[in-house]
């Protein structure tokens, strides 16, 4: 299983922003994917952004112009900057790694733990 970190969650009123961050930990190499997924309420676990190391990042179409996917490699970290925080993107946010080679050889994926995200006034 991966070591994931997540941050940066909280409450937050419509029209305004936060940023989440998520490091994966331990003798990585390489990442393929990293990336955020959401899930509000009695609804299904959504892909919110995907972000492949050489790729161009994928959104769904609810967030694209508000929110931004970037990665930093070296320190195997994800964000993602939210703006213009909506109350429909009241959720748990979950960081996930995809394909991530460890220096023993070895291939894992995996989910960070999550962390609530809340816009309300």
């Known amino acids: 299983q991966v070591q994931l970190v997540e941050s940066g969650g909280g409450l937050v009123q419509p029209g305004g922003s936060l940023t989440l961050s998520c490091a994966a930990s331990?003798?990585?190499?390489?990442?393929?994917?990293m990336g955020w997924y959401r899930q509000a309420p009695g609804k299904q676990r959504e892909l919110v952004a995907r972000?492949?190391?050489?790729?161009?990042?994928v959104y769904v179409e609810s967030v694209k112009g508000r929110f931004t996917i970037s990665r930093d490699n070296a320190k195997n970290t994800v964000y993602l900057q939210m703006n213009s925080l909506k109350p429909e993107d009241t959720a748990v946010y979950y960081c996930?790694?995809?394909?991530?080679?460890?220096?023993?050889?070895?291939?894992?994926?995996?989910w960070g733990q999550g962390m609530q995200v809340t816009v309300s006034s």
């Open positions: 996930h790694a995809d394909n991530v080679l460890y220096q023993d050889g070895s291939y894992r994926s995996g």
């Open positions: 972000n492949t190391r050489a790729g161009r990042p």
């Open positions: 331990g003798s990585i190499f390489s990442i393929y994917a």
